[in-house]
């Protein structure tokens, strides 16, 4: 996962890697406007990120950080 996260670190924002490193994920929802969240923890992000082949399908441009858990991926 380190890997995935220095890949990628110059892309992503600050706040984002310092909530995976502290964080174990979240879930809840954001109001009407975002909905219902899972944003997942560093294992859920590798297994995903393996299994779902992102950067396969979605390139270097998208970073997928987690799913709505009704079939639509967070990126």
């Known amino acids: 996962m380190e890997n995935l996260i220095e890949e990628y670190k110059e892309k992503l924002p600050k706040s984002y890697i310092d909530f995976l490193?502290?964080?174990?994920?979240?879930?809840g929802f954001l109001g009407n406007e975002l909905g219902y969240v899972h944003i997942w923890n560093i294992k859920e992000l590798q297994e995903s990120?393996?299994?779902?082949?992102?950067r396969e399908f979605l390139g270097d441009d998208w970073f997928p950080i987690g799913t709505n858990l009704g079939g639509e991926i967070i990126v």
């Open 21 to 27: 490193i502290e964080n174990e994920s979240f879930e």
């Open 49 to 54: 990120w393996e299994n779902y082949k992102f």
